[in-house]
């Protein structure tokens, strides 16, 4: 679905993804891992082109969308992103949070986006926050918002950028859980994260990046029981 | 006592009633209450596109000569004062044309539009950028984010200074005599040349103006108010 090859990055001189090729197919969750300031979010923003790639090529469902001409709006209609600080729109309700690019870009009529706005949020438990607006909610209250946001467009791909770093401990469960219930539906993810356990859990194959290069990939079994490579070890002793 | 009061009642006269005098004071304010306005509708105008341009252009590398032409424009408006330009639009730029309040608007309006522009430009700064990251994400185009998410909530952040920026405007227009135009506060200079007394024409005169810019004060508190309904807890 995702074919990355030799991806390059640099932020001025700084180099931050160094060649990074990689093989995400349809329904497969992935979990990138890796210290703080190896790429692994870099790399996510640069599947929906939020960050333009300096060297390489990111193939999305066959089409080049490294290509200039290629039309990065259209692109970002098939894959929702999910931002550690949440950023819900805060001069929008929940409900229009929801519908606002579905409606406004024509996939559903307003009525139809609404509609499934508030099934979306009956189903994370949040109906009664449709009239809301984002300063009102909790953390985790936006954060699962936000996951309904990037659903409601229906993308074919979903990307976490760390959706529970910027949590309270006790609210991290309830976006896991939502973020669990999405997997289970067949959703294809990529989630850059820093809790092992739902990596290992979730994903169906984890990637460890550190310095810009993928360093190791693998089944979680594989990845966190038997890690080849020697950075990966003394990460995996740090945080676990 | 008495002669205190008849003292009061001579000014008064002379002041408002030989002569209609009222009716130079009346005309002064419609002056400046059009320039005030005329030139807060072009400067706001200006300021919005200038500010986008801006924004635009450091945001994506691209409009890279219109941007330094409004950096231009903010240095000279900015770096001029505002009765020097006034008087170079009036006697060379439209030495043409002899309608002082026509060309009080556009000058006051160009020169505040810059000032405008930085406030704008700043108010959309001010807005995270994960909000704009969260609008494109969802592949609204950079057009519709700004239209839609960016500038609501700009608006919060520009306009108390867009206020203040208005108020100082419309003191500023008291120097619209410069060019002949009959504003208020040519009108109490006009009225203390006729009396030959300073008292009430000028006092008169800055009562006005206080009263102007209480009623612009208190006018924008209550828009406030009605904006920051998103961000009640």
């Given amino acids: 679905m995702i074919v990355i090859e030799e991806l390059v990055k640099k932020f001025g001189g700084n180099v931050v993804l160094d060649g990074v090729s990689e093989r995400i197919r349809a329904g497969e969750k992935v979990a990138v891992i890796g210290p703080s300031g190896s790429g692994k979010s870099t790399l996510l923003r640069c599947l929906n082109l939020l960050e333009r790639p300096d060297g390489g090529r990111i193939a999305f469902e066959g089409e080049d969308i490294t290509d200039p001409k290629c039309d990065a709006d259209a692109v970002r209609r098939r894959m929702g992103m999910v931002f550690q600080h949440f950023n819900l729109f805060n001069n929008l309700t929940v409900l229009k949070n929801i519908t606002l690019a579905p409606a406004r870009l024509k996939i559903m009529a307003e009525a139809e986006a609404e509609e499934r706005a508030r099934a979306l949020l009956a189903r994370i438990g949040l109906p009664e926050k449709a009239d809301a607006y984002p300063s009102m909610l909790s953390g985790g209250q936006k954060q699962r918002v936000a996951i309904v946001r990037a659903l409601a467009m229906n993308p074919r791909v979903m990307l976490f950028d760390e959706p529970t770093s910027a949590l309270d401990p006790e609210m991290v469960g309830e976006v896991l859980d939502v973020i669990r219930e999405v997997a289970e539906a067949g959703m294809t993810m990529v989630i850059v994260t820093h809790e092992m356990g739902f990596a290992r859990e979730v994903a169906s194959r984890v990637v460890f990046i550190d310095g810009g290069k993928i360093k190791e990939t693998g089944t979680p079994p594989e990845l966190f029981d038997s890690p080849r490579d020697a950075r990966l070890r003394e990460f995996l002793s740090k945080v676990i | ?233």
């Avoid at chain 2, 002379?14 to 304010?29: D, P, S, V």
């Fill in chain 2, 1 to 233: 006592m008495t002669a205190a009061l008849e003292w009061l009642a001579r000014q008064f006269t002379i002041t408002f009633i030989t002569g209609n005098r009222y009716k130079l004071f009346l005309t002064g304010l419609r002056n400046t209450l059009i320039i005030a306005f005329g030139a807060v509708v072009i400067g706001t105008f200006i300021g919005a596109i200038v500010a986008m341009v801006r924004v635009h252009s450091a945001q994506s590398g691209k409009l890279k000569a219109l941007d330094k032409l409004c950096g231009a424009y903010l240095a000279v408006f900015r770096g001029t004062p505002i009765v020097v330009q006034l008087l170079i639009m009036y006697y060379i730029v439209f030495a043409f044309i002899d309608n002082g309040i026509s060309i009080a608007v556009l000058a006051f309006g160009i020169n505040s539009g810059a000032y405008v522009a930085e406030i704008v430009r700043a108010g959309i700064l001010a807005v995270d950028i994960g909000q704009t990251e969260a609008g494109r994400s969802l592949g609204l185009s950079s057009g519709r984010t700004m239209r839609l998410i960016v500038l609501p909530q700009a608006i919060k952040n520009i306009l108390p200074a867009l206020g203040n920026e208005l108020i100082a405007l419309l003191k500023d227009t008291s120097v619209a005599g410069y060019v002949t135009v009959k504003d208020l506060a040519q009108a109490g200079e006009n009225v203390r040349t006729l009396t030959a007394e300073p008292y009430f024409s000028l006092l008169f005169v800055a009562a006005v103006y206080f009263l102007l810019v209480m009623g612009i004060t208190k006018i924008l508190r209550v828009v406030e108010r009605r904006l920051a309904k998103s961000d009640r807890h």
